[in-house]
C-alpha cells in the first residue's frame, strides 16, 4: 500500500491504529521540513536587502572618489599648464634676455633681425671679399639659437651656407668669424715689412709677382692684395679709382675693399668695402647710423652732378662716414660682437674708432680685381709697391659677373 493510500484511509477513518500512527509520523515530519524551508526563506530575503542597501553604498562612494580624483586631476592639470606657460613666456625669455638674442628685431627695420645688421657690419669689416645674407635665426630656448646664414664670395659668385647653434655662455668660443677665416694675411705681412724699412719690390711681395703677371693671359681675372708706398685717406683713394676709371668702365679694374689701420703696431685685419653689399640695401636707424650701406650713398648721390673732384670728395667722405658708422655700431654691441666674432675686448672696435678719430682713416693697401694688364699699369706708375696674388680665373666671366659690374 501506498503513502497516499494509507493517508485516504486516515483522512476517512479506516485506517488502523498503527496505520494512523504511521501517518501522523510522517506529517509531523514533513511540517518540521516545510518550518525549516520557510526559515531558510526569511534568511534570504533579509540577505537581498542587505546586499541591496550595502551596492547603493559602494555606487555612492564610487561617485564621490570619482568626483574627487576628477578635480584632483584637473588641479593637476592646471598646475602643469600653469608651470609650462610660466616656464615658456616667464622663464624662457628671463633667462634669454641675459643673452645676445640673434632673432630680436631691435636696431633695425621689422623684416630683418639684429643678426642680419651684425653680421652684415663685421663681414664688411672683417671679411674681404665676401657678402653675408639670408639670415635666419630659431630660437631652441633659454638663450640657445640655431642661426644659419649664406656667404657669397665677390670673385666667384660662389656661395655657402653657414649654420651653427649657439650655446648661451658659449658663444665667443671658437666664433664664427676668426682671424684664419680672412684672406688678407699677405697684406698685413707686407705692412709690417712696409713699417720696418724693407723694400716690398725686392720681395717676394714684388718683381716675382710682376713676372708672373707678365706670362699670364690677358683674359686672366684675379684677385690681389695690393700694397700703397704712402698711406691714403679715404678722399685719396676715391681719387686713385677714378684715375683708373677707364679700367674700372672696362670692367679690367675693380677696388673691392681698402684695409685702414686699427691702431700703432696693429696687426688686425680691418677695413670696408668699396662697392655696394650685393645683399643687404637696408640699414637700421637711419638718422642714428647713415650710410650704414652704400645704398644710402647712391640714394645722396641720385639727381647731383659732380665734377671729377666732386665726386671724389663725395664719395671719400661718404666711404669714411661708412667706416665709422660700422665701427660705432659694433662698438654699441659687444655681446653681438662676443656672439658673433669672437671677445670683443679682442676686437675692440671702440678702440679702433677711437685711434680713427684721433689720427683719420689710414688705407695703406686694398682688395683688387683685375686683368694683368691694370695691375702692371698700377706697378708701373708707382701707385702699389707690392702686391699678392689671392686667386686666378681663366677669364672675369668665370665667376660672379653682376658683383663685379
Known sequence: MTFR??????????????????????????????????????????????????????????????????????????????AVLAVQFVVNPLVSSFHYQPNAQTVGQEEYSDATYDLTALYSLLMPGQTVGDVQAQSLGFGKYALTYKTEDWLTGEQRQISRTMDPGEYGSGGWITPSMQSGFDLLVMELMAGEGKKLSGSGYGQEKVDYLLQLPETSYLAVWVHFPEQLNPIGFARLEEAYSGYRREGTLS???????????????????????????????????????????????????????????????????????????????????????????????????????????????????????????????????????????????????????
Open 5 to 82: 493510500e494509507l493517508l485516504e484511509k486516515y483522512k476517512d477513518g479506516t485506517a488502523t491504529q498503527a496505520e494512523r500512527a504511521l501517518v501522523e509520523a510522517e506529517l509531523e515530519k514533513s511540517e518540521a521540513i516545510a518550518d525549516y524551508l520557510a526559515e531558510g526563506l526569511e534568511a534570504l530575503e533579509g540577505g537581498e536587502g542587505a546586499l541591496s542597501t550595502s551596492g547603493a553604498e559602494v555606487k555612492q562612494v564610487k561617485r564621490t572618489v570619482n568626483r574627487r580624483l576628477r578635480r584632483t586631476a584637473l588641479w593637476a592639470a592646471a598646475i602643469v599648464l600653469a
Open 255 to 405: 677696388f673691392r675693399w681698402a684695409a685702414v689701420r686699427a691702431a700703432e703696431g696693429d696687426q688686425r685685419l680691418i677695413g670696408y668695402q668699396t662697392q655696394d653689399c650685393p645683399y643687404l640695401g637696408a640699414a637700421p636707424d637711419t638718422e642714428k647710423y647713415p650710410m650704414f650701406s652704400y645704398t644710402q650713398m647712391r640714394e645722396e648721390m641720385a639727381g647731383r652732378s659732380f665734377s671729377e673732384t666732386g665726386k671724389a670728395q663725395f664719395e671719400g667722405a661718404a666711404a669714411k662716414e661708412h667706416f665709422t658708422i660700422l665701427l660705432a655700431y659694433l662698438a654699441e654691441r659687444p655681446e653681438a660682437v662676443e656672439a658673433l666674432a669672437g671677445p670683443a675686448d679682442s676686437l675692440d672696435f671702440g678702440g679702433v674708432l677711437d685711434y680713427v678719430a684721433e689720427n683719420g682713416v689710414e688705407i695703406y693697401g686694398a682688395l683688387v680685381y683685375a686683368q694683368p694688364s691694370a695691375l702692371l699699369q698700377m706697378w708701373e706708375d708707382g701707385v702699389i709697391d707690392g702686391l699678392a696674388i689671392q686667386q686666378v680665373l681663366p677669364s672675369r666671366y668665370s665667376g660672379s659677373t653682376d658683383i663685379r659690374q
